[in-house]
């Protein structure tokens, strides 16, 4: 047990070498970490409840501002709530989306491109076939029509978007058990007497999981976005919550006067996603031998 901590230390530090080498990565990873805390601390961040209303305060301006009050950095909404204490709250449900959906889409697509590439014949073909439907269709359309379709709310917008990112998934676990699948170790095991599930979750499985957590990574990104979009067009997270697309939505009618009820929840999706991908192109670089910078 002992001597194997060396080796995964060593691991870590390769790792981490191929990953710093990409400064843009380290300085998502850097963004993403302070997302993840203010969202942890946002009822102890935040100078005021999310919901709360000021009916003397009104689209009040950031406090740079004429007008501007340092009760309120960012300014207030339509209905005098504050800005920065909604977009901290909103970061939970931002990452929250995301966290659900990737969970949500790869658990549906290891799950199927297993089966399809390791069965092969004609569950592959149905599998894939059905993967390839999904995939015909553009993703933000695909969402809309199922939160159509479930209701609108944010429980169904993550159900939607998890369905829509699922053959992303199924089609590249599929192809690195294709790839695996006649490599001697899966062999070996096959040979000693293991089993369908255990060759594919104990054998094949761990030896694709570096593609899965760089996919997984740009999913969560787009899991955002797409759940941004759902709500901007009143299909996602439901008035009065404070999700990202939500407030943009109930802002867009303010954009000409009052600039800052929709730049700042626009500048918080932008930063977010930027960062997530940004770690995700270091994970690419530092997971994939072929890719490693010199």
Known sequence: MAAGNPDRLTGFRTFWHYFSVNRGAVIGLFVFILLVLAALFAPL?????????????FLRP???QAGGSAQYLLGTDP??????????????????IGAVVVTLALTGGITLGLLAGYFRGWVDVAIMRLMDLILAFPSLLLALVLVTILGPGLFNA?????????PH???LVRAAVMAEKSREY???????????????????????LGPLIVQGTLSFSN????????????LGAQPPT????????????????????????????????????LIGDGLRDALDPKLRRS
């Open 79 to 96: 209905v005098g709530r504050d800005i920065l204490s909604r977009l901290l709250y909103g970061a939970r449900f931002s990452l929250l």
């Open 169 to 171: 998934f199924a089609r």
């Open 158 to 166: 993550m159900l939607a978007i998890a369905l829509v990112l699922q």
């Open 186 to 208: 899966v062999v070996a095991a096959k040979v000693a007497g293991a089993g369908h599930i255990r060759l594919m979750l104990r054998t094949i499985l761990p030896n694709c």
């Open 62 to 64: 950031p406090a740079w």
């Open 45 to 57: 961040l935040a100078p005021h409840a999310p919901d709360i209303q000021d009916k003397t305060a």
């Open 242 to 277: 404070p999700e990202w697309g939500t407030m943009l939505a109930s802002a867009r009618e303010f954009i000409l006067r009052a600039w800052w009820v929709v730049t700042f929840p626009g500048l918080a999706i932008l930063i977010t996603v930027l960062a997530i991908n």
């Open 223 to 234: 899991a955002i976005l797409e759940a941004a979009a759902l709500g901007f067009l009143g």
